[in-house]
């Protein structure tokens, strides 16, 4: 889920040429790194790290309406800081950024927010838990019973999300590697959500139900200077087994992929680069360039091969920084349904 | 036959209705022989030059060069047949002022893809322009700018070579002189040569004469 | 064959490399006119666009507190968790060294559009901004801001006089201010399903942005831009039109030539249709850039214009914009294939035995001229009735083609008849001589003369309509801006109080009472005045019948507005119902240029009578010190820094607006006019060729080189005299149908026409000077041209 941590790589970069952000480096100047072997303190770790650069929480839904229909949902919330601290007031280094959107066959509808820590527009707490921004927010007394809620001005949803199972943890207990030269994050997930709520869309108000997925990710210096985007997948099958696949696209046409198969039980293997793989199967013309929105994807090791195509080939995220990710169908040796997400198309 | 014509009749637009210049011209002409047309002004022995030469369309008759029928030719065939087969030698000389003499005489050969250096360079030589090569057309006299259209019509080995009044622009002496130098290169060529003038002196210096009055053949 | 003739087309312009010149430079002058201008226009657009959204103030509609001065950041958080999309603002005065700074905090991350301090876009990062503070300063106030305060301070130019902007926690800290705001912007896009306001925050009022009147000036610039854009294109076709018929003029004898060699028609046009292609391109690339060269050349006017108005503006880089450049070629080869069909149909229709010799122009002439002439009469029968029964923006311009094409074809039918007219005055034979080979011109010279026409018709015509629109504004300004300072307070409770204050500080006090009401039924403003001498000195009317104030003032008359006079078909001297008892007749017209409502105007006691519960929110202060008197206010009497307008400012940016158009026009004006005289010159070389067979006979019977050279030149600038005098009242015609048609479609409004003999004078003066210094060359040309040239023409003669 490295790809999220791009996001904001990329954001930072691009924000720094249009508007004047500079400083921020891909070094870890002064942030906390991090290092392998962690051990994890909940509730608070499922709070703000102000001593990493990047954070997020970053949540995907596969829902379903009285008529069949299938939605995608995504709520995410990112932290960047500008520098490893907090501060009271105005002054605080730490900047807030979220995204939603909802993804219908037809439609996809976005929206951002942008607010500054320190003044009380945005932020985590963890007991009782609640991140939000604006009027945006994912709160609950735990991370496993909470409700989520967001609005632009042509879409709105209201979910509540029940966790009927454990706590993930991605790459070497939660240390997740993400390039041969050993940039890494802390990364771990809670992709057992039972999902019920309403959609508010132009058409009308829709009763949905269905699955969430939600990451938590946080680091400093996630990328190599040579990646230039990734594919990342979340998968959901039928059997109720998951699996969470990235590629991170290198310049030179080369790639670094990661994976954590996520038994029905809860219980995770990870596979380091090479075991799981990943091919565009047919691309499409989305927002003036060619996105590939039908994929192969395989690991051989636990007998996966399988088509993952978008719900909705169209579900660009036009916004600050814009990428790919929506809702995805998944048919060949295993069925099901998931989420993928791909940045570095330009 | 190199040339035939046969019954040709034209007539021009005028103030009064059309008036006829020629009323069925008949005549014809062999490989390598000299023809001089003459006749007083307006018996149509120019008309007569140009519609042989594709220049113009006949009203009715027949025209065939080297064989072929050019009065039912096309514009481009007929230009065609002006490149390859043609040279037509005007009494204004024709040249186009930009470019230099030598690519004046190379020009119709180059237009027709038949450019023979050393061909050019022998007629050029017995023309005595060499030493004007690198001119421009108007640095040449009146005498010297004939010479080159000329050069001009004969570089591109024409079967037939149309001549309207080609000395009429020169005083006696040079006309004498050229000529001379342009009969002797026609035939050496092997060419036909067809040539309009009003002139008798000039008339006898070619093989046959045709003479046309009210545009009819005497 | 291709190749060898191409050659043999391409080698004239190697012997003629002046001509080669003349039509590439011709090509792209005209297509420099044409991109110059377009990029004007675009690049105004895009700044305008860009101060729009960089301006934020009165863009947006704000939230003000309904009492006191300041917002609590509480209220602020409230709003944003209830999911307004708001923005912080805080403003203050700031004590430096050298006096006070008026410091602007905002929040970058949540305010909309760029409403951020340009020069954050290059210089600083926003890092800074956020965290550490970084102060962007006027320049006048840099300096002593930079000792004043801790934090960095940048200069930026584009930040107005006086001002300072910062991220909203420095201000918070500078000024005192700790968890409080001034106001609030309200993003223009919220998200759906809000709560209300009224229940978020009570304290707050909402007021409506501000609709700034100088967007209209700004359009009306713009149309004014796009109109010059579409006359200077057409001078251009005829400039283009001159020097392809040169070229082709020239080479009759070479394509004859040619064709008898055995190029068939068809491949010789397809060539030339090429070499045309080639040139067009290349003579269009260097209009392009000769263009980029002009607009950056007149664009710091057209950026500064724009920043004037705004206070802030986008920097005044000039970038290549694909649009822009694009059709500047692709006018440069549509001009050329427009022109040069003619010329290529000619030389399709030319027989091949036809004498190469250009034919005596003259011959068809007179023909063409009377068939031009019925066209033209067509095309004026057409624009008046577009002028009567049409309507839209898109037939005020077809309706402005049709007076210009038009005016354009009866032009060579208006010389000529003006010179038969000359020609039976004189009386000597070298006049007569004159005026017979005059007429003889005239054909050959009529696109360039056409082209003169149109130069010096669209100067006249735009700059009447740029002028009036000045002295109108000029007056508009000061009638309605009068007062330096306008104060408006939120609670009506201070009203009494608020008045007070003012009249011990201002000179004069007018206070603003207005409702809406209906008068005949059309939705208007009714306002009651104190009549004073800023009433009696400012006010122009576009009619009155005499003692309008004192009469307003004894509470006998009203004074309306056009509009709504117009609307209720009332004018001076009819009774209005005002309210139900109160019928007042109308004692003048006044303007008021893109108002939507109707105005009346009454009397203070007679309004407060009529609405005792009305009472002024807003009041206009006259003062001869602006500033100190704000800052009495201010200070002195803690009114709220948001509360104040200060009205001579705008004044002042809003005049240097028109300050600027008249060096952008005035510029476009001479270029213009520099072409019409290229056009001339071109033209006069074409037909000098053509000349010397015409001349030689006078020269044999008489007549010096040197006088024939003389009379060259006055030829020229008879013919250019005429058509100038022609070109006054088209140009002034123009002007009436841009003002009168093409204003009224976009904006709604007409304005006056004004005349400026003066500037006509002095702009036939040049359209003079250029023909004169076209024809300068080929008449010198002439009086040298050797005896022998002109001998030769009886050599030749057959």
């Not at chain 1, 392998?36 to 303190?41: A, G, H, R, T």
């Not at chain 1, 932290?79 to 959107?101: C, I, K, M, N, Y």
């Not at chain 3, 947006?60 to 944003?80: E, V, W």
Request: hydrophobic letters at 50%.
């Amino acid at each position: 889920m490295i790809v999220r941590v791009l996001v904001i790589l990329f954001w930072l970069p691009l924000q720094a040429a249009a508007q004047g952000f500079a400083g921020l480096g891909t070094d870890a100047e002064g942030f906390a790194v991090p290092t392998p072997d962690p051990v994890f303190d909940f509730p608070e770790d499922h709070g703000a790290h102000p001593d990493y650069r990047i954070e997020w929480w970053y949540l995907t839904a596969n829902l379903t309406g009285p008529d069949g229909t299938a939605y995608g949902v995504q709520w995410t919330l990112f932290r960047s800081a500008l520098a490893p601290e907090t501060r009271e007031g105005w002054s605080d280094p730490q900047v807030w950024f979220a995204h939603a959107a909802v993804t219908t066959p037809e439609q996809h509808f976005i929206t951002e927010r942008v607010a500054r820590g320190g003044v009380g527009q945005a932020g985590v707490s963890v007991q009782p838990f609640e991140a939000w921004i604006d009027d945006w927010q994912m709160a609950g007394p735990s991370l496993d019973n909470l409700t989520l809620t967001a609005r632009g001005g042509d879409f709105a949803y209201d979910l509540s999300l029940k966790a009927n199972g454990p706590l993930v943890f991605h790459g070497d207990n939660g240390f997740s590697v993400k390039s041969v030269q050993g940039q890494a994050s802390y990364y771990y997930s809670q992709p057992f959500y039972e999902v019920a709520g309403t959609l508010t869309l132009p058409q009308g108000d829709i009763p949905v139900t269905g699955t969430a997925w939600m990451d938590r990710e946080w680091s400093s210096q996630p990328l190599a200077e040579t990646q230039s985007g990734w594919d990342w997948f979340s998968l959901s099958f039928d059997t109720g087994d998951k699996l969470m696949g990235f590629l991170l696209r290198e310049d030179d046409g080369a790639s670094f992929s990661s994976a954590t198969w996520i038994a029905a039980d809860g219980t995770t293997t990870a596979y380091r680069n090479g075991a799981f793989a990943a091919q565009p199967r047919v691309w499409s013309e989305v927002a003036g360039r060619e996105v590939p929105t039908e994929w192969v994807v395989q690991l051989p090791d636990k007998g996966i091969d399988v088509t993952v195509a978008a719900l909705n080939p169209n579900a660009w995220m036009a916004l600050s920084i814009p990428y790919w990710e929506g809702p995805v169908t998944v048919n060949g040796s295993h069925g099901g349904r998931g989420y993928l997400e791909m940045t570095g198309y330009e | 036959m190199v040339l035939t014509v046969q019954n040709v009749t034209k007539s021009f637009p005028g103030a009064e209705g059309d008036v006829p210049v020629l009323r069925g011209v008949s005549l014809s002409l062999d490989r390598g022989e000299t023809l001089a047309l003459t006749g007083e002004s307006g018996s149509g022995k120019s008309t007569l030059l140009h519609l042989i030469g594709g220049l113009d369309r006949v009203d009715s008759g027949s025209i065939t060069v080297g064989g072929r029928e050019i009065t039912t030719m096309n514009d481009a065939d007929r230009a065609a047949l002006r490149r390859s087969d043609v040279g037509v030698i005007f009494q204004q000389f024709n040249l186009i002022p930009s470019l230099t003499v030598e690519a004046n005489i190379a020009f119709q050969a180059r237009l027709a893809g038949a450019f023979d250096a050393d061909h050019a360079v022998r007629l050029s030589k017995a023309l005595g322009l060499s030493e004007h090569l690198t001119k421009y057309p108007e640095a040449l006299s009146g005498g010297q700018q004939q010479r080159v259209a000329i050069a001009r019509t004969l570089t591109a080995r024409p079967k037939l070579v149309l001549a309207d009044e080609p000395t009429g622009n020169l005083d006696e002496a040079t006309a004498s002189e050229v000529l001379g130098q342009m009969l002797r290169l026609v035939r050496e060529t092997g060419a036909a040569l067809l040539m309009v003038t009003h002139s008798s002196s000039v008339a006898r210096r070619m093989e046959r004469h045709v003479h046309l009055s009210q545009g009819h053949v005497v | 064959m291709i190749w060898t003739a191409l050659t043999a087309l391409l080698s004239h312009w190697r012997s003629n490399r002046l001509q080669f010149f003349a039509m590439v430079a011709g090509l792209a002058l005209a297509t420099a006119l044409w991109s110059g201008v377009q990029a004007i226009n675009a690049e105004a657009r895009a700044s305008y666009d860009a101060a729009a959204a960089t301006l934020g103030e009165g863009q947006f509609d704000q939230l003000l507190p309904r009492s006191g001065d300041r917002i609590d950041q509480s209220t602020y958080i409230a709003l944003r968790r209830a999911g307004w999309q708001v923005s912080p603002v805080l403003e203050g005065r700031l004590s430096t060294e050298d006096g006070r700074v008026r410091l602007v905090g905002l929040d970058p991350l949540t305010a909309p559009g760029t409403i951020a301090p340009v020069g954050m876009q290059e210089a600083a990062n926003l890092d800074d901004f956020l965290t550490r503070g970084v102060l962007f300063a006027a320049p006048d106030v840099a300096e002593a801001l930079a000792a004043a305060v801790p934090q960095r301070v940048i200069t930026d130019t584009s930040v107005a006089p006086g001002v300072a902007l910062t991220d909203i926690g420095v201000a918070q800290t500078l000024l005192d201010a700790e968890a409080k705001f001034s106001r609030l912007i309200i993003a223009p896009a919220q998200p759906m399903g809000l709560s209300d306001l009224a229940e978020v925050a009570p304290n707050l009022v909402r007021q409506p942005a501000q609709d700034a009147g100088a967007g209209r000036l700004t359009d009306s610039f713009h149309l004014n831009l796009t109109a010059f854009g579409l006359l200077s294109f057409a001078v251009g076709i005829f400039i283009v039109h001159g020097t392809i018929s040169l070229a082709f003029e020239q080479r009759r004898s070479m394509v004859r030539t040619i064709r008898a060699l055995g190029v068939p028609l068809k491949v010789l046009i397809g060539l030339m249709i090429s070499e045309l292609i080639l040139f067009a391109l290349v003579a269009g690339g260097i209009g392009v850039a000769l263009g980029y060269v002009i607009a950056a050349v007149l664009l710091p006017n057209v950026a500064a214009t724009l920043q004037g108005l705004y206070g802030a503006s986008v920097a005044g880089t000039l970038q290549l914009r694909p649009e822009w450049w694009l059709s500047g070629l692709a006018i440069a080869v549509l001009g050329t294939g427009f022109a040069a069909s003619g010329a290529l149909w000619k030389i399709a229709q030319m027989p091949l035995l036809a004498s190469a010799r250009p034919r005596a122009w003259a011959v068809a002439s007179g023909e063409t001229a009377r068939r031009l002439g019925v066209v033209a009469a067509l095309l004026f029968a057409t624009g008046i009735a577009l002028a009567i029964w049409g309507q839209g923006l898109t037939l005020a311009f077809a309706l402005l083609a049709c007076l210009l094409i038009g005016a354009a074809l009866i032009l060579p039918l208006l010389l000529r008849s003006a010179v038969t007219l000359a020609d039976r005055k004189v009386r000597s034979a070298m006049w007569q001589w004159f005026w017979a080979d005059t007429r003889q011109q005239v054909p050959g010279m009529s696109l360039a003369l056409m082209a003169l026409l149109l130069a010096t018709a669209a100067n006249v015509g735009v700059s009447t309509m740029v002028s009036s629109f000045r002295v109108t504004f000029v007056d508009f300004l000061d009638q309605r801006l009068a007062p330096e300072l306008f104060v408006r307070i939120e609670n009506p409770d201070q009203s009494a109080d608020i008045e007070v204050i003012l009249l011990s500080e201002a000179r004069e006090v007018l206070p603003l009472l207005s409702v809406e009401t209906d008068i005949s039924a059309v939705p208007t403003e009714l306002f009651g005045v104190r009549v004073g001498p800023t009433y009696r000195e400012n006010w122009l009317f576009l009619d009155d019948d005499g003692g309008v104030w004192d009469r307003v003032e004894a509470g006998r008359a009203v004074v309306v507005s056009e509009q709504l006079a117009r609307r209720a078909g009332l004018w001076i001297g009819d009774p209005v119902t005002i309210a139900p008892a109160l019928i007042l007749p109308i004692a003048a017209i006044v303007a008021d240029y893109g108002n939507p409502l109707g105005q009346a105007i009454i009397s203070e006691p007679l309004f407060r009578d009529l609405y005792p519960d009305t009472v002024p929110t807003s009041f206009g202060i006259r003062t001869d010190d602006p500033s100190a008197l704000r800052l009495a206010l201010t200070e002195k009497h803690g009114l709220p820094e948001s509360g104040i307008t200060d009205q001579s400012r705008i004044k002042a940016f809003s005049l240097g607006v028109f300050e600027r158009t008249f060096t952008v026009t005035g510029a476009l004006n001479v270029l213009t006019l520099a072409v019409a005289a290229f056009a001339i010159l071109m033209s006069l070389l074409t037909l000098a060729s053509i000349r010397v067979p015409q001349l030689a006979p006078a020269w044999a019977l008489g007549l010096t080189r040197r006088r024939l050279g003389q009379l060259e030149l006055l030829r020229a600038v008879v013919l250019a005299m005429v058509t100038t005098v022609l070109a006054i009242p088209l140009g002034l015609m123009l002007a009436w149908v841009l003002l009168s048609y093409v204003n009224v479609e976009a904006f709604g409004w007409k304005l006056p026409l004004y005349l400026f003999p003066g500037h006509y004078a002095l702009l036939t003066l040049f359209a003079l000077l250029a023909a004169a210094l076209a024809a300068l060359w080929p008449a010198l040309r002439l009086a040298r041209t050797p005896p022998s040239a002109l001998l030769k023409v009886f050599a030749n003669d057959r």
